[in-house]
């Protein structure tokens, strides 16, 4: 069954103090991983899509990469706007379909 | 350019009702898929559409409907509401439903009494 664990599930972070966050993942046949962000009440903000082991992408303070089990999100000397739900998810093949399979978040704080 | 458009933003609905949600996905994108997410959760997969017709649908009860108009919008159908079915109800679309990112709309925030 393909599965997303996000770990940790909560960050508090001073501001400027870099940290990353984990995603590891179980699906047969990775089509395609991806990062979200999401404010309270609102709908998930893509962010980065990775599609293969040793990819790399970064934007502002985010950088994303990728191995075959795993895929990290780090933040560079954030922010207290970057404090949001960051969401990791995978690619699933069902049917002729393709679903997105979410881990459950990980909810970042930075403190100014 | 608009993103994905959702309506209502809010609903209160009584148990046993029925309720219909609404999106309008980023012009170009035919490909239409639908989310719950639960509180401390992340999004659960519900349907996709794609054409009009259905590509793919996940672990719900027959309860939960949706249909993929001409113009490529989408409704979500929800029949004999329960408790449970009170979450966050996401609309993504996509260029295609083998195109790989999806852009999720704000949501329709459901409230079942």
């Known amino acids: 069954e393909d599965q997303v664990t996000q770990s940790p599930e909560a960050l508090r972070l001073q501001e400027g103090e870099s940290s990353s966050l984990n995603c590891s993942y179980t699906?047969?046949?990775?089509?395609?991983l991806f990062w979200y962000r999401q404010d309270p009440g609102k709908g998930p903000e893509f962010l980065f899509t990775?599609?293969?082991a040793g990819e790399e992408k970064e934007k502002e303070r985010l950088k994303a990469t990728l191995t075959k089990k795993e895929s990290f999100l780090h933040i560079t000397a954030p922010k207290p706007e970057d404090s949001a739900t960051y969401l990791c998810?995978?690619?699933?093949?069902?049917?002729?379909?393709?679903?997105?399979?979410f881990g459950k978040g990980m909810k970042l704080t930075v403190n100014p | 350019d608009a993103g994905v458009t959702q309506s209502p933003t809010h609903l209160i609905k009584t148990r046993g009702q029925h309720v219909t949600l609404r999106c309008s996905p980023i012009?170009?994108?035919?490909?239409v898929s639908w989310y719950q997410q639960v509180l401390g959760q992340g999004p659960q997969f519900i349907f996709q559409?794609?054409?009009?017709?259905?590509?793919g649908r996940g672990n719900f009860p027959d309860r939960f409907s949706a249909r993929q108009f001409p113009n490529y919008s989408s409704e979500l159908n929800v029949n004999a509401l329960l408790l449970g079915d009170s979450a966050l109800y996401l609309c993504?679309?996509?260029?295609?439903?083998?195109?790989?990112?999806?852009?999720f709309g704000p949501g329709t925030r459901l409230t079942v009494l």
């Open positions: 559409y794609y054409e009009k017709e259905e590509r």
């Open positions: 012009s170009g994108h035919k490909s």
């Open positions: 699906v047969s046949g990775l089509r395609g």
């Open positions: 998810a995978v690619q699933a093949s069902q049917g002729g379909s393709e679903k997105l399979v």
């Open positions: 990775l599609y293969s």
């Open positions: 993504a679309s996509s260029l295609s439903a083998l195109e790989h990112t999806q852009y």
